[in-house]
């Protein structure tokens, strides 16, 4: 129980820090490409209102974000769901590899919006399948709208004293659960914040801190979602000590 209650603490941590680095490219995104590169509800909508006054030309950006968005999540969850021992290291370390082309594009004045556009949500497409839960709570990375209803619906369960479905112990509860939810969209918004103050002033450079948090954590990181292989072994007794 003590091993399980630390796992969940350290991917909790996770996920607020990469929530953060996803809120700081999105506002990135925003400020500096005048498009979202995570979240797709506000593209699904600019794309459908531009689509339907014909003006095509500026329904293209956030068209071209959800294309590699998918396509990152195809790709995020197809090396999450691999018989590699750390597969989320292999996720982290192509996003960092992402930022660098994008960082690399502006350091050197090859800047091009539409390829920054599909290379960062790319990149925030995988991100979500390196870390889906904290504990028994789903989580997202990358968009808010789901952890706010589900900030909801646990605050709404709690006050109606609804009984939490596969309780991991006497620590969780839907506030328990709310709180983690919570600490996740403060973790985007904070990132956010960042972006503006970096992309207002240090614009070149705004980039480079993202980049290499990722490609720490691609490195060094041991807490996330594990593979397929890792699943399995999760399973049999005694090897949950050994496989982390």
Excluded at 49 to 78: C, E, K, M, W, Y
Excluded at 156 to 170: I, N
Aim: overall charge positive; some cysteine.
């Amino acid at each position: 129980m003590k091993l399980l209650l630390h796992e969940t603490r350290v991917d909790w941590a996770l996920a607020i820090f990469l929530a953060l680095i996803a809120g700081y490219l999105d506002g990135y995104g925003f400020l500096v490409l005048g498009t979202y590169v995570s979240f797709m509800s506000g593209n699904t909508t600019i794309t459908g209102l531009r689509s339907g006054q014909d003006n095509f030309h500026s329904a293209l950006p956030s068209a071209i974000a959800i294309v590699f968005f998918v396509t990152g999540s195809f790709l995020g969850n197809l090396f999450a769901q691999s018989r590699l021992r750390h597969s989320h290291r292999l996720i982290f370390g192509v996003i960092a590899g992402l930022l660098a082309t994008v960082a690399g594009l502006e350091r050197h004045g090859l800047w091009n919006a539409p390829a920054e556009i599909a290379l960062l949500s790319l990149a925030m497409g995988m991100m979500n399948p390196a870390l889906s839960k904290v504990g028994a709570e789903s989580v997202s990375l990358t968009f808010v709208t789901g952890t706010l209803n589900r900030i909801g619906g646990h605050l709404a369960a709690a006050a109606g004293r609804e009984p939490l479905p596969e309780g991991q112990g006497p620590g969780d509860s839907h506030l328990a659960r709310a709180r983690i939810d919570a600490s996740v969209w403060s973790g985007f918004l904070v990132g956010a914040g960042l972006s503006g103050m970096a992309g207002s002033h240090f614009r070149m450079w705004a980039l480079l801190p993202p980049c290499v948090v990722m490609i720490a954590l691609g490195l060094f990181s041991e807490c996330a979602t594990p593979s397929t292989e890792e699943r399995l072994n999760l399973r049999s007794p005694g090897v949950r000590s050994v496989v982390r």
